[in-house]
């Protein structure tokens, strides 16, 4: 009872959850004492394991909270960024960030199963088969930087955005088994005049006969577990935010500042809130005129949308001809992007 003699209100979440946005990003993360049981995103794990269930795989990955999404090589499971384990960090992680990875229910599971498909070549050493490099290729090529996708290919399959299996066999591998896994998503005859349904055969082939085997490999490590990270929430997001825009300054910055501006009028818009606002107008648009995929602009114009809150540029101009304006700016670079071989960083 409190002095008044009325019951004290139960403090509803965890201690950090009611804080100011500042406050909260001064909690270092491993104070914020997360668990994936009992969340939106532990059902999600949930309905995973169902799917391996019915998939007839005796498999299943372990998972713990982290700072991305992750598999190590030699490890059982996979890390997922802490988060997903609370709306009050999903809202700031779209606050700073202006996307949450993972945050929708059909994008999680996306995200899940591709790992899932990771953590599955590590439990059978897959990748170790000359039958997995003659169907995907040398597992031992190096990661790159960079990647110039081919959204009209058909020598992949389509799962997570940005043709994420033409990035690397182990993706591709990845993604493949990822489609193979998905419920009721007819890859035989989603992908029925596709090159890509031999490699979805492969892992039919490859599941059916791992079905009554343990895993080779047992290790249950949980790697930069969320209990190790001892930087605050404000050092996450400036070191996360720095890699997404370091490369994207030197493409950008002298183009936006010829259709934004750093001094405005008390009145003046936000050049970051006017492109959220019309961003799905310019994509359309900018698709258009380009004639490229929409995903690619979209990707674009999130960059664009970034590096404007973080120089703070604002509306000097009507906003029709800002319109104008950044479509044929984000047209420009989207070409650059294409002839650039398909740097990432372009598309961040």
């Known amino acids: 009872m409190g002095v008044s003699g009325r019951p004290r209100r139960r403090q509803r979440g965890p201690w950090w959850s009611a804080l100011s946005q500042d406050e909260l990003l001064d909690v270092r993360i491993q104070d914020l004492d997360l668990r994936v049981e009992g969340t939106a995103v532990g059902r999600r794990v949930e309905r995973l394991y169902a799917d391996l269930e019915r998939a007839g795989l005796r498999f299943r990955p372990h998972v713990w909270l982290s700072t991305d999404w992750f598999t190590p090589d030699g490890v059982l499971g996979f890390a997922m960024p802490f988060y997903l384990a609370h709306p009050r960090l999903a809202r700031l992680e779209h606050a700073q960030m202006l996307e949450v990875e993972g945050g929708g229910h059909v994008d999680c599971l996306k995200l899940l199963r591709h790992e899932t498909g990771h953590a599955i070549d590590n439990a059978y050493r897959l990748r170790r088969r000359r039958s997995f490099r003659e169907t995907f290729g040398s597992p031992g090529s190096p990661y790159r930087d960079w990647y110039a996708p081919r959204p009209a290919s058909r020598e ?92 994207a300054a030197t493409a950008y910055d002298r183009l936006l500042l010829r259709v934004f501006a750093t001094r405005h009028r008390r009145s003046a818009r ?27 602009v979209d990707q674009m114009l999130k960059a664009l949308t970034l590096r404007c809150r973080e ?38």
Do not use: C
Not at 210 to 220: E, G, I, K, M, W
């Open 156 to 247: 992949h399959v389509q799962h997570l955005d940005q043709w994420y299996a033409q990035s690397h066999p182990l993706e591709d591998f990845a993604e493949t088994f990822a489609v193979w896994l998905t419920p009721r998503s007819q890859w035989r005859q989603a992908y029925r005049d596709w090159p890509a349904l031999r490699k979805l055969d492969y892992i039919d082939r490859v599941m059916t006969a791992l079905r009554d085997r343990a895993p080779l490999v047992r290790s249950r490590a949980r790697p930069d577990s969320l209990q190790t990270v001892r930087i605050t929430l404000r050092e996450y997001y400036e070191t996360k935010k720095a890699q997404y825009s370091r490369d």
């Open 311 to 348: 120089l703070g540029l604002y509306l000097h101009e009507r906003e029709a001809d800002a319109r104008t304006d950044v479509a044929v700016l984000v047209t420009a670079l989207t070409m650059r992007f294409l002839r650039s071989g398909g740097r990432t960083e372009y598309m961040r």
């Open 270 to 296: 936000r050049a970051d809130v006017f492109l959220r606002a019309n961003r799905q107008r310019l994509r359309s648009r900018i698709a258009e005129l380009s004639g490229q995929h929409r995903y690619v």
